[in-house]
């Protein structure tokens, strides 16, 4: 997202094009009190968010009711002298389907100390979604956002740019692999196996389609079988103001 208050008009227009249902949003940049509410709910859309300050925040525009909403994850660690949580993850079920909206940490680089804090933070939200799905396997459960991980290495458009980088270290990868083994499947790889998500401001990256998929729709058994239909949808990057990701969409039945 990249800030929602510049953004707004973008996102509503996706919005009111494509007619989704619910849209989780990161990084919408904003506390609760600086959030653009009336736009989205002229447009029939009610936010659920999670802001603290200008970093980071997380939040949900619905059509559909937001239930047993739930901000951060139990053990969720933070970051920095204080260890503070940070803006990063919320939940909400509508409908019935258990949604979680999340903004992981990127790491930066492999010897700085926010890369530890990515792979706690990863390893903490598997145990979590693990003893969710153990102790309630039949609710639709997804996990849906910016993991700042790229899986495969045709998820980057030259591997050997991020040679000693964050995002395709083996440990990142192992951490998002956890997710399949815990019984999450990617939902739209099996549908999109290739393209990306993402493409950052500078050095021409979008024109020259150097981009990374770093964002995924992480879905249980009973959420992926109603998968019907899913897109990554790349034009959002173009235009005026874009965010330098793209939403990525399932429809399910």
């Not at 979680?100 to 530890?116: E, K, M």
């Not at 990863?122 to 153990?134: F, K, N, P, V």
Request: with cysteine; charged share 25%; aromatic share 12%.
């Amino acid at each position: 997202m990249n800030s929602i208050r510049t953004r707004v008009g973008r996102v509503l227009a996706y919005l009111e094009a494509s007619g989704t249902d619910v849209l989780a949003m990161q990084e919408i940049k904003c506390k609760p009190d600086q959030f653009p509410y009336a736009p989205f709910e002229e447009a029939g859309y009610q936010i659920t968010m999670h802001g603290l300050n200008q970093w980071n925040g997380v939040a949900f525009a619905s059509k559909i009711p937001a239930e047993d909403i739930e901000i951060g994850f139990t053990g969720m660690p933070g970051f920095g002298p204080e260890t503070k949580e940070e803006a990063r993850a919320i939940a909400a079920t509508f409908d019935g389907v258990r949604l979680w909206s999340l903004y992981v940490p990127n790491g930066r680089t492999l010897d700085d100390p926010h890369y530890a804090y990515k792979l706690e933070w990863l390893d903490r939200l598997a145990s979590i979604t693990a003893e969710s799905l153990e102790n309630d396997p039949s609710t639709p459960l997804a996990l849906m956002g910016d993991f700042n991980i790229a899986p495969l290495d045709t998820d980057v458009w030259d591997i050997n740019f991020f040679a000693g980088s964050t995002h395709v270290s083996a440990a990142e990868r192992q951490a998002f692999e956890a997710f399949e083994q815990i019984g999450l499947q990617d939902v739209v790889r099996k549908l999109i196996p290739e393209g990306y998500t993402y493409w950052d401001y500078q050095q021409l990256r979008f024109p020259r389609n150097e981009g990374m998929r770093i964002d995924f729709i992480l879905g249980s058994d009973s959420f992926a079988e109603k998968v019907t239909a899913a897109k990554i949808e790349r034009d959002e990057r173009k235009g005026e103001g874009p965010s330098d990701h793209v939403p990525v969409v399932v429809e399910i039945s």
